[in-house]
């Protein structure tokens, strides 16, 4: 099988290259794709990849693979290579930091921007906040999230404005706060998400739902959001 | 909250609202026009004419033509911010967009009054 690989090493390339390698795949099996880069790296020990986990619970080896993001690990060859040829190339729209390993920082500052974690103005109670099964049923399809970041580097929005738009990820997060029972601070979440960048930058285009590795929908939660500004607005 | 001096309301949930309430009324213009050519047999110049003496088709197509300017701006605010880095031309090309908005709608005053 060919694999084609993206590569760039700042400190000894001028510019980034496609790295043609041909590669005997074990007859038989259905190898995932981080197994292929396993391949790779034993043929050539200079290749830069994360990993970490290798069952799609880390979030690390998000990548483009044959043109649509996904997780390496959880990823089977069968379900990508096309006429016996894997492209592979980092997640889109982020720094290269050295071959397949891309810099997450204005990924994680619009996760950080949201306040990802519980606000509650109440005095905290003896034991724990609690809450109803209906409550708690409502954070299904939110707290999954392992901020791959495969949905945010999916979007067209989020490519032309990283340092504005939130993105799917944070927004699926903001989403996830706003609809629990246990915060009180959705005013302040809400009046910090009213302009025209942050959450209305979103088109709908749902690139996000159709990268999404733990099938998530940040379309949705997105449209959840504009709901409660626009009901907060009238 | 991202701030910008250049948008037409000042929140994204304003921009978003005039967004959708002009879309539905270029929608129900431009039936009530695509529906006139098909189903007027004889369009004439007098048959245009008379029907653009009124009072409502005047006001429901300067309501049109507004909602089609507001229309504009927000697409146009919209791609400009995503493609045009640079914050000189962006402002430049923005303020193209306005102004020809802006002659389009004095523009589509005086025609529609001066019939």
């Not at chain 1, 483009?64 to 390496?72: D, E, P, R, S």
């Not at chain 2, 089609?68 to 911010?81: C, F, K, P």
Request: glycine content about 6%; hydrophobic content about 45%.
């Amino acid at each position: 099988m060919l694999v084609s690989v993206y590569r760039y090493n700042p400190e000894s390339d001028k510019a980034p290259y496609m790295q043609d390698v041909e590669l005997e795949i074990p007859v038989g099996k259905d190898l995932m794709v981080l197994d292929v880069l396993a391949l790779l790296k034993d043929k050539d020990p200079t290749l830069a990849y994360r990993r970490s986990c290798r069952e799609g619970v880390c979030g690390s080896d998000g990548m483009n693979m044959n043109g649509k993001n996904g997780l390496a690990c959880i990823t089977p060859m069968s379900q990508v290579v096309k006429d016996n040829k894997l492209v592979l190339r980092p997640l889109p729209g982020l720094p290269v930091i050295r071959d397949l390993v891309v810099d997450m920082s204005l990924f994680y500052q619009q996760y950080e921007k949201i306040k990802p974690y519980l606000q509650n103005s109440s005095p905290a109670p003896a034991i724990e906040r609690l809450q109803s099964p209906e409550d708690r049923a409502k954070l299904d399809g939110l707290y999954e999230c392992i901020l791959c970041a495969c949905c945010s580097t999916s979007c067209p929005s989020f490519w032309w404005n990283p340092d504005k738009f939130v993105g799917p990820a944070g927004l699926l997060q903001a989403y996830r706060f706003l609809a629990d029972s246990r915060d009180t601070a959705t005013e302040d979440r809400l009046a910090g998400l009213d302009d025209p960048f942050s959450v209305f930058r979103c088109r709908g285009i749902m690139n996000c739902v159709s990268v999404c590795p733990k099938g998530l929908n940040p379309t949705r939660a997105i449209g959840h959001i504009r709901n409660m500004l626009l009901q907060r607005a009238t | 909250m991202v701030t910008s001096v250049t948008n037409f309301g000042r929140s994204g949930a304003y921009d978003w609202m005039v967004q959708r309430v002009s879309a539905v009324v270029l929608a129900l213009y431009t039936a009530f026009l695509v529906g006139l050519v098909l189903f007027t047999p004889d369009l004439t110049y007098e048959v245009w004419s008379a029907l653009f003496a009124k009072t409502w088709v005047r006001i429901f197509s300067l309501l049109a033509l507004v909602a089609l300017g507001a229309h504009a701006w927000i697409g146009l605010w919209t791609i400009t911010t995503d493609y045009i880095k640079d914050g000189l031309m962006r402002f430049l090309s923005q303020a193209l967009c306005g102004l020809v908005m802006f002659i389009y709608l004095i523009w589509g005053v005086q025609t529609l009054w001066g019939l």
